[in-house]
């Protein structure tokens, strides 16, 4: 669908579903035939983006996790958090 959009655009009304010498239209000659290696390489760097983001999602996630539990301060010799009478406000 969205490659007739894009043909439309370029083509005259007149032109666009007359077949070549071949029996291919304009939408299958211009965006099919000719930029077949552009969404070959799309598809596999969408595919590369995904598994980044996987990644850094996951360290971001541990990272928040990591400061949710940990108490801010320093823990004193008796193994209490130093600022436990210190609320925050």
Same mark, same amino acid.
């Given at each position: 669908?969205?490659?007739? %959009? %894009?043909?439309?655009?370029? !083509?005259? #009304? #007149?032109?666009?579903?007359?077949?070549?010498?071949?029996? =291919?239209?304009?939408?299958?000659?211009?965006?099919?035939?000719?930029?077949?290696?552009?969404?070959?390489?799309?598809?596999?760097?969408?595919?590369?983006?995904?598994?980044?983001?996987? !990644? !850094?999602?996951?360290?971001?996630?541990?990272?928040?996790?990591?400061?949710?539990?940990?108490?801010?301060?320093?823990?004193?010799? +008796?193994?209490?958090? +130093?600022?436990?009478? =210190?609320?925050? #406000?």
């Amino acid at each position: 669908m969205y490659l007739m %959009q %894009q043909v439309k655009k370029f !083509v005259p #009304s #007149s032109i666009q579903e007359m077949k070549n010498t071949e029996g =291919n239209t304009a939408a299958a000659v211009v965006f099919i035939e000719t930029h077949n290696e552009i969404i070959k390489e799309g598809k596999r760097w969408l595919k590369d983006l995904a598994g980044s983001c996987y !990644v !850094v999602s996951g360290l971001i996630a541990s990272v928040m996790f990591a400061s949710a539990i940990t108490v801010p301060g320093d823990y004193g010799d +008796n193994g209490m958090p +130093n600022f436990r009478k =210190n609320l925050i #406000s």
